[in-house]
């Protein structure tokens, strides 16, 4: 058996070997670190092929091909050339299959010309996927070196779907090894940078999604998300994102590390530039009637009542709850002037912000914490183990044995015994968070007494971690502003506010720390260093109520828009 | 501490001492088995109070409350009245809570007298429970003698809505000890008996509620199924239940064995003499909106367009799958019966019927069996250990340690390794039950090749059990015929058919068995012994269609009546 590093490599060459060679633009110097606008300034594009993939609202994108304005396959080429350019800038791809797209988009210009309908509300759109998102006769990798040439047999069910709606999917991007990162670093694919600042992570584990699509190298694309992990990188990179219940969108047969837990399921969701391209998705995949096709899948179709906010008062005096610190890890400046932002447009907007009282957070993260622990990293290692690779344990650049580690991590000192636990100490572990879901939704509840709508608080907002964009390889959070709601499995969608401002975000003087994380985070932020970086929150509302989260975050987004006017 | 026996006498002592001495009846002789004329016979029952309690149609009840034609305070004594004597001839209940019932009943009928409005769809109708669903400050004992007692701080959120809807809780109702048992019988309260013939089991685990309702002593009980606990005791006892998927109704606050195993889950319905009491209670559940109670609870209102059959071409020709046997154990003739005068009906009525094949009927058994013993029974040992009684291995009322015991059961018999099973291996099991769930599924859709319809097989029909209602202590199954549907999450309705009739239902000569248990269930049949019992069959539907379940089941029924009219 060769070497893995040996397997890496080829890989890495295969991969370069599927781009075309007229695509290979020519490289900025490393010190250029915001390279967003080096697909306008490369040459590659043309003109058309920029007012393309330059038009980030899914829905006008969606109308242009279906009149037939723009063809299937001229769309599919720029968007396949642009996020060409953003894998040599970013590193953010794995699987690369032009020839397939645009073959599938020349199909459906066909299909278009010939019975002048569409074939299904995505016709001709252009769709990138994570690293998990199976596909007939392409690999997936996940960043294990042993996944390496293991083939997928059938689509996943999303993929079907997809198909049957008419999309075009393109690419896949890149993930952390065994995805449990707010970074996106594998030994097969190396590391995904921001390009906003490539000093900076795009976030994990929808890190190469995040990069692409902030590149514009893709209209929409598809993360996953068990604590974060569509929501973290999304901020990181000034965009859209759903975190749907589990179950509401089909997850048979994308590949997952852990499978079969199903305590705190992971689920897949929409990435994009803007808020349309993240409803028309949901809608789409909602409307296909997943449960179909995947038996786990929820049968519930897509309710345009709730969308228009029949429980929420029509959406007319909504009250929004700010968690603006959760009492684990405080936010850095740039994230408190983005919900101090937030705040004042809601109201602008009309609306009312109230304070969200956080509620027993430190028992929730330490119960999913040992849910997910319960396998003592079996599964990672045992994947690791095939190829003689070592399980990564940070994520620094400098040096792969120095620096902060996961394994010491706040959230696992809650765990109180590392090892294999049984069946029995996780069905215990069931039964508490059964009741901690109950205390956190009377606790909701309850906030009626303080709203003066009559109802409960109509939706929570909070960062989605408590930095930006950082530093390779300081990530340093577990994310508690996150995993809460996949914890409680409360929908929840992040949306863009802000960008860090050295002037406006300054250092704040140190607080009583709470716990050796929060003082790491403290420590971390340096307004040079983050500096440009987009700042986003996150938007969540009750389980399985994707509809009135989407409604939400477009009022707060439509808010935002009219407020930095 | 005292005896675990002294302590069962003072309980049953107590339970006796909560019946109005004046209710007490004279006991038939133990030699007249069918009990269930005697409400009639006895004496105790006004003629007004036997026109209410002969009112099985739960609809026509309500309406005779809500138009204060009846008022709840007479309807709550008749039923009450009515259950003492079911409880005096085949033992059903638990709790008894008289007095908490009619206080509850004259505040219903004061509200509708001052206000003209009724207080929810159940004004004024009396509702028994399983012993699982806690009510403040009553115990709910559950079969163990260590929960004697332990009284509920709070109300179960089904006890909650049901007060919101206007219901009158009024007696609870026998399971067996630690409820995985198609009987009824615990150290506490004894055996249950079929008023059918007190020789037969009621089934289990909701024997009591099935015993009592088919005495007419409840009008609509609410029980839970993990396995066929709410199908097997109705069709023993010639009702109606609905079994649903996971979550559509609240279950939060239930007490339950192996509580925190989600891998399947028990889930509460209704069990009625009448499908109007089925449908009525399920709508008036998921209309009152669970899920802002019930973290867990699925938002999935109540669909008239999935009621109307929307995906099932408005059910105007549908195409049911007849399991005739599903190759693990051979149905008894009068089961075999049942299924020929269903299929015969509904092709008078104008559908079709075909074979249903079935598909991985061992794998998915084994696999649920395998999580059902993933903490190799330490919840039930550990209840039973704090008190000192016996785990209950069989429920022969000869001699409780001969005859057939669970422990040896064919389905055990498809776990390979006996004892504790670590979290990470039953990850692995649901992995196993994932696919398996994908592979019925398919195997489902494909069945649109032969339904003539275009879509494939509107529900499957079979039985919920093997059998029909069997003499104490010789239950033989691991039900296979419920199982399934608990496995798979497909929502399921049970519905009578006849009644066993030894000159039709004629033993049949040997087949080549499958297993010891199709031996067993085999020589088990003796017409002599089962006549006079009821036959039932189930409709199953897929996962979270409760309201096309409910429509199918009503179609079916009401073919049944018209065919046998």
């Not at 397939?100 to 299904?120: M, N, S, Y």
């Not at 090894?177 to 584990?205: C, D, I």
Request: glycine letters at 8%; one cysteine or more; aromatic letters at 8%.
């Amino acid at each position: 058996m060769s070497d893995w590093k040996d397997i890496c490599s080829a890989r890495k060459s295969a991969q370069l070997a599927s781009i075309p060679q007229e695509w290979i633009i020519q490289l900025p110097p490393e010190t250029r670190t915001n390279v967003l606008d080096i697909p306008k300034d490369c040459g590659l594009l043309t003109t058309r092929e920029l007012q393309i993939t330059e038009t980030t609202d899914v829905g006008i994108l969606l109308r242009k091909l279906h009149s037939s304005e723009w063809s299937s396959e001229e769309v599919t080429i720029a968007f396949c050339k642009r996020s060409i350019i953003a894998q040599q800038l970013t590193n953010c791809l794995t699987e690369i299959f032009i020839e397939r797209a645009l073959q599938r988009a020349r199909e459906l210009d066909d299909t278009l010309k010939r019975t002048g309908k569409i074939v299904g509300p995505l016709h001709g759109l252009p769709i990138s996927l994570k690293d998990q998102f199976a596909m007939k006769g392409l690999e997936t990798i996940m960043g294990y070196v042993a996944w390496i040439g293991k083939r997928a047999e059938s689509d996943c069910v999303l993929v079907e779907i997809l198909y049957e709606c008419g999309a075009v999917p393109f690419v896949r991007t890149n993930v952390p090894q065994a995805l449990m990162w707010w970074e996106t670093y594998n030994h097969v694919f190396g590391r995904t940078t921001n390009p906003y600042n490539r000093k900076l992570t795009s976030g994990g584990s929808s890190g190469g999604e995040a990069a692409l699509i902030a590149m514009k190298g893709s209209p929409l694309g598809v993360g996953t998300d068990i604590g974060g992990s569509l929501r973290v990188p999304s901020s990181f990179c000034n965009l859209y994102a759903l975190r749907p219940s589990y179950e509401r969108l089909p997850y048979y047969g994308v590949v997952n590390p852990q499978e079969g837990q199903e305590s705190i399921s992971s689920v897949l969701g929409p990435m994009s530039n803007s808020m349309s391209g993240v409803k028309i998705f949901t809608k789409a995949i909602i409307d296909a009637k997943p449960w179909t096709k995947d038996p786990l899948a929820l049968r519930k179709e897509w309710s345009e009542k709730e969308y228009c906010l029949s429980e929420h008062g029509g959406g007319k005096s909504l009250c929004f709850g700010m968690l603006w610190d959760n009492g684990i890890s405080r936010p850095h400046p740039p994230l408190q002037r983005a919900m101090k932002i937030t705040k004042a447009a809601l109201e602008a907007a009309g609306h009312k912000v109230i304070d969200w009282e956080p509620h027993r957070l430190v028992e929730i993260y330490g119960n999913a914490e040992k849910i997910f622990c319960s396998d003592d990293d079996h599964d990672r290692r045992s994947q690791c183990e095939l190829s003689g690779e070592p399980v990564i344990r940070m994520m620094s650049p400098i040096d792969d044995m120095q620096g902060h580690t996961m394994g010491e991590s706040f959230s696992r000192s809650l765990v109180d015994k590392v090892g294999h636990r049984s069946a029995y100490d996780l069905w215990q572990l069931h039964k508490e968070k059964r009741e901690l879901r109950k205390s956190h939704l009377e606790h909701w509840k309850k906030t009626s007494e303080r709203t003066g709508t009559g109802r409960p608080v109509d939706a929570i907002i909070s960062p989605t971690i408590a930095y930006t964009a950082a530093p390779h390889g300081l990530n340093t959070s577990a994310s508690f502003y996150s995993a809460f709601s996949n914890a409680l499995d409360l929908t929840a969608c992040s949306f863009p506010v802000t960008f860090v401002d050295g002037e406006l975000d300054v250092p704040q003087p140190p607080h009583p720390f709470r716990n050796h994380e929060d003082e790491a985070i403290f420590k971390l932020y340096s307004p040079d260093v983050f500096a440009g970086g987009p700042v986003g929150l996150q938007l969540i509302g009750g389980s399985q109520e994707e509809e009135a989260v989407i409604s939400m975050a477009e009022i707060v987004d439509a808010a935002l828009k009219v407020y930095s006017a």
